[in-house]
């Protein structure tokens, strides 16, 4: 069985993905609570993060994933991981980083002043050393920086993945996963002065075999729907349809309209067509939809997600199929929210659950079927 855990962090991700096999991976870290305020909600991060690897016995992770730079995916990183271009982010207690995996904003942005900053020379200091690290894309500015450091694309070609490729190091009769890259495109880089971290940011597909059954994930970072869009279009252009169905999606950018289409709307936000693709002709039967996010408002009193708006749309979608729509701030409540786990078997993906009243142990459900 593999198992996929999302974090309650309010507007923040953190996935910790287990895999049968004992390999680890994490995509993005964000510990967000404030300790000094008794009432915030969100999870003790590292508290958790550690806890899991101590039952596991190891101090490490077999891939760290930071999809792009911006706080809500990087928060109080150089607290938590051993660091290998600094002794002062090194010692007993941090945890390790086998590979590092980062888009190649992450490496030729400029104008990074803090965690940003941090992660940006770990990724840096890795490509020089020539190991430890994935870069997603390999855009000119990419090839420019290498040049700069007395490198070239040629060196460094075996630590960089493009959209469109199977990532190296998993494979699914060994490991029962493989990455499928749809996000960044160098091609953007290439035509763009400003780097902006989301549209650049890391978007994949993991597909998870269990006994010749596939389960798809789809691990959303913060794109618009413009860039959604041309995902969409890429991948039916080249005919890969099946790279964009999601057994379980991670929604874009905590549950905001714009993701969807360029107007809130006044109960229901309207998909430009290819969302629509995806979450109306693409959903498989039992999807999972996940908002890696606050609760979802009652109101429209705060214009930063999530967005009812965007919430109603999901929520019928997946009611179409017999699916679930969960939002990590408010499971299995919104007063002691935790962490939200869906494990993945031979019958596909689901979501683990408990029993509120008194009942120490915990068990399963599967998304209820359409009509149930």
């Given amino acids: 069985m593999h198992r996929l855990t999302f974090y309650p962090l309010g507007n923040a991700d953190c996935c910790f993905i287990e895999l049968a096999g004992g390999k680890m991976i994490l995509f993005d870290y964000a510990d967000m609570r404030s300790a000094d305020d008794p009432d915030d909600l969100r999870i003790a991060l590292a508290e958790e993060v550690r806890k899991k690897l101590k039952e596991a016995d190891r101090d490490y992770f077999d891939v760290v994933a930071f999809t792009h730079l911006d706080n809500d995916h990087i928060s109080s990183s150089s607290e938590f991981f051993h660091l290998d271009h600094a002794e002062k982010y090194q010692g007993e207690g941090r945890i390790k980083i086998r590979e590092l995996w980062v888009p190649a904003a992450a490496v030729v942005e400029e104008g990074c002043t803090d965690e940003d900053r941090i992660i940006r020379a770990e990724a840096r200091h890795r490509l020089r050393e020539g190991q430890g690290i994935r870069v997603f894309s390999r855009p000119a500015k990419l090839k420019e920086w290498l040049e700069g450091e007395g490198l070239s694309i040629e060196t460094r070609q075996h630590l960089i993945t493009d959209a469109g490729q199977i990532v190296p190091g998993f ?202």
Wanted: net charge negative.
């Fill in 171 to 372: 494979d699914l009769a060994a490991d029962g996963l493989e990455f499928f890259v749809h996000s960044p495109f160098a091609k953007r880089l290439n035509e763009s002065e400003v780097i902006d971290r989301n549209i650049d940011s890391l978007v994949v597909q993991a597909t998870f075999a269990v006994e010749d059954v596939l389960t798809r994930v789809l691990l959303g970072a913060d794109l618009e729907h413009t860039a959604i869009s041309d995902i969409v279009g890429v991948t039916r252009a080249k005919k890969r349809d099946e790279r964009l169905e999601s057994d379980v999606t991670k929604l874009w950018h905590h549950c905001s309209y714009t993701a969807i289409g360029p107007e809130k709307g006044k109960d229901k936000t309207k998909p430009v067509p290819e969302v629509k693709w995806i979450f109306e002709d693409k959903l498989p039967k039992n999807a999972i939809i996940i908002s890696t996010s606050k609760p979802i408002p009652e109101d429209d009193e705060d214009d930063q997600p999530p967005h009812r708006q965007a919430a109603a749309y999901y929520k019928d979608c997946v009611a179409a199929v017999g699916g679930e729509f969960k939002v990590t701030m408010e499971h299995p409540n919104r007063v002691k929210p935790e962490p939200l786990v869906i494990e993945i078997d031979g019958s596909k993906a689901r979501i683990k659950k408990r029993y509120i009243s008194g009942a120490a142990a915990a068990v399963t459900s599967r998304a209820p079927r359409a009509g149930a």
